[in-house]
């Protein structure tokens, strides 16, 4: 079947079906015309053109419609298994209208059918008394509302009101303007006189007897104030403070007022301690630098505050920061603290957090140097001279390892003139002194120095947490930093008085150290490491020659870990020759004519540090046991010595004494002291750890070759 036939059949179903939907206005006519005006219609209508039941309600009620083109061909189901009047027919008309999205509205005699959108635009029933509630008629009604704000409800009732209806506020008259179907607006004007309600709001006066009325006001009216705001609306309730009596003067409405007097009655409880002034031992911090701090925390919190400052400052704030006193107690170590109910739980919370168990941090430090110093000298020394026989040869003299040839010979004349220290090494010479003939003289020396350095260093310290600490083993050696003579005079008889100034300095290990615990297992340590040692060096120096090793860093470090902080690798090779300029090149002939040096100098340094954090009190005895008992095991290496004859006899060597064992916990509980008493409920309790421990057999262990 082709499109021209489906539209030719389309057609004459719809002739069919409006000559049948004719038949049966036809018929509904008839039947309303003869029967009585009481009589009933029940209509059913299936798949049926809406302008259809238009007609069949107009023949049912005598009515006069016009429909607007934009109501179009709607298909419509009506049902009905029981008998109705022509009115509510009409009422179930209206229904069907509401359903498709339609309206009726009247004006006079003609009932005119367009869009639900457009029924604001269109004159309806005004003030409709005679419109039953339940009616689905567009009407308009004017409310008059006498307790709340017109404005504030329309936000709430817009959306009870469908797109086409209309819902406005007057402010001047305090009136809502309402537009829609009238079963809607009934239903609206029912919720607008739940919700218009009289106050019946007084003026209480509440009495403080042990909070702050200023305080209480100003919590309570945050948190009246935050409903309100919640609410979209003004706040209903009104509190006012009293500071002359401490009393609050209490507005609004009575259910309002009951729940804002309990809460009031809430917050009008005495303090747990009984008063404004608390005394607060400190089990850990110092209570002179607490009290401090604290006052500092008091003075700026209200000059900060609004009003806060200057001198005409009344605000809360400022009447805290007057109220508030702080001073501390030495002897027992405790805060003294007068303040307001706030700015004490303040206070005591800051006091909560400071004074607590600070971690304390074991550094052990490694030094490790080892040098080799090697130098050797090799030369010859010689002379001679031919003067008795009127003839000079010559001569060759270089020192050689502090001395010389002439210094020989000088003291062949003069014994008293050798100085020990200033002739080293090895010495082989001859030659001939006599009056007469040629005399000469030589010195073959030859000298050799080995110095090697091991030094192991392991200074241990213990600290606080962002607590420098200083361990210092050194011995402090003169230095000579300058000299004079002075001649005497008069009754000096002219002696000669020479005088030296000497400076002492330290040589030895110092260790300062920082530690700082971060908030996981890692340690950062600001470091200064010195170690110095006097030097073994044959170089010449007019006074001793000081080693020094020095290291200034910062670094991070695991707990437990153990990191380098520096290190030196050093090598010297240095070679040295002195000769006679031709002669010294001869081969053979030429080592008579020079001097030799040679010298080598090896060095390896390297510095370690190993942080361990000690948390409580059993780490802490864990480690000093460990300490304690590799000394006694030292001790003991040593044992007694056997003598023959004793110069101290029935005198024993003295050894540390065992670490006493932990006292076990008593049987009961003691009595709690005032300290105890003060303590804040999340303070750390007092453990038996804080006491050092038994040692334990771990802790008897003694720690590795280099401590």
């Known amino acids: 079947m082709n499109k021209n036939e489906r539209r030719k059949t389309a057609a004459r179903l719809g002739r069919l079906r409006l000559a049948a939907c004719g038949a049966l206005l036809a018929i509904a006519s008839i039947a309303a015309a003869q029967q009585p005006p009481a009589a009933r219609i029940t209509p059913n209508f299936k798949d049926a053109d809406i302008t259809q039941i238009i007609e069949a309600v107009s023949a049912a009620t005598g009515k006069n419609f016009i429909v607007d083109p934009r109501v179009g061909r709607q298909q419509v189901t009506m049902l009905s298994s ?32 367009i869009p639900d959108a457009n029924a604001r635009q269109f004159p309806s029933v005004d003030l409709p008394d005679r419109v039953s509630s339940t009616s689905d008629e567009i009407v308009t009604q004017v409310i008059a509302v006498r307790n709340v704000s017109a404005a504030q409800l329309v936000p709430i009732l817009r959306p009870l009101i469908p797109q086409y209806g209309h819902l406005a506020a007057y402010p001047a008259s305090n009136m809502l303007i309402i537009s829609d179907r009238a079963n809607n607006v009934n239903r609206i004007v029912r919720i607008i006189r739940r919700i218009d309600q009289g106050g019946d709001a007084e003026i209480e006066v509440i009495p403080m007897q042990n909070a702050s009325a200023a305080e209480v006001v100003r919590v309570v009216g945050q948190l009246v104030q935050g409903a309100a705001a919640a609410e979209g609306g003004g706040a209903n309730i009104k509190l006012v403070a009293d500071d002359r009596t401490n009393s609050i003067l209490l507005s609004g409405e009575q259910a309002a007022r009951l729940r804002v007097k309990a809460l009031i009655a809430h917050l009008d409880t005495p303090l747990e301690s009984g008063g404004d002034t608390q005394v607060r031992y400190l089990r850990y911090s110092d209570a002179e630098k607490i009290a401090a701090k604290l006052k500092e925390q008091a003075t700026g919190v209200a000059a900060a505050a609004p009003g806060g400052a200057g001198a005409a400052a009344a605000g809360p704030a400022a009447q805290a920061e007057r109220g508030t006193t702080i001073w501390a107690d030495p002897e027992n170590n405790a805060l003294v603290i007068t303040a307001p109910p706030k700015t004490m739980r303040n206070l005591m919370a800051i006091v909560d957090k400071l004074d607590i168990r600070r971690a304390q941090v074991l550094v052990q430090a490694v030094i490790v140097e080892v040098r080799a110093d090697k130098t050797a000298e090799l030369g010859i020394n010689w002379a001679v001279d031919g ?14 390892a502090g001395g010389s040839i002439v210094d020989i010979i000088r003291g062949i004349d003069d014994p008293t003139s050798i100085n020990p220290s200033a002739i080293l090494g090895t010495t082989i010479g001859g030659g001939r002194v006599k009056d007469t003939g040629t005399n000469w003289a030589a010195v073959l020396r030859a000298i050799r120095n080995d110095a090697d350095t091991n030094v192991v260093a392991t200074p241990t310290i213990v600290t606080l947490d962002n607590q420098e600490a200083q361990i210092k083993v050194a011995q402090e050696v003169p230095f000579i930093t300058g000299q004079y003579t002075n001649t005497g005079s008069g009754g000096n008889n002219g002696s000669v008085n020479p005088f030296q100034t000497i400076q002492r300095e330290e040589v030895g290990t110092i260790l300062k150290i920082t530690p700082q615990i971060n908030e996981g297992d890692s340690v950062i340590l600001k470091i200064e490491q010195e170690a110095s040692s006097l030097s073994t060096s044959t170089a010449s120096s007019v006074d001793l020659i000081t080693n020094k090793r020095v290291i200034n860093t910062s670094l991070l470090v695991e707990d437990g870990g153990t990191i380098v902080l520096g ?21 053979l002939i030429g080592e008579f004519f020079k ?113």
Do not use: C, H
């Open 387 to 400: 003067s008795n026989d009127n003839f000079l040869v010559g001569s060759f003299v270089q020192p050689i």
């Open 567 to 587: 290190g030196l690798i050093q090598e010297e090779d240095r070679r040295g020759e002195q000769r006679v300029p031709l002669l010294g090149r001869i081969p």
């Open 82 to 113: 029981t008998p109705m009047t022509p009115d509510a027919f009409y009422q179930a008309f209206l229904s069907i209208l509401q359903v498709y999205g339609f309206v009726a509205v009247q004006t006079g005699d003609i009932i005119k059918i």
């Open 595 to 707: 001097v030799r040096q040679a010298s080598k100098i090896k060095t390896n340094l390297m510095v370690f540090i190993q942080p361990k954090i000690l948390r409580d009190g059993v780490q802490a005895s864990f480690e000093t046991n460990s300490k304690y008992n590799f000394m006694r095991d030292e001790q003991r290496k040593l044992g007694p010595r056997f003598e023959m004859l004793p110069l101290l006899p029935g005198q024993k060597k003295s050894v540390l004494p065992p670490l006493p064992e932990a006292a076990p916990p008593p049987a009961t509980a003691p009595q709690p002291t005032p300290r105890d008493e003060a303590a804040p409920a999340d303070a750390p309790p007092a453990t038996p750890t804080d006491a050092p421990a038994a040692a334990s057999p771990a802790a008897t262990q003694p720690p590795p070759e280099s401590q």
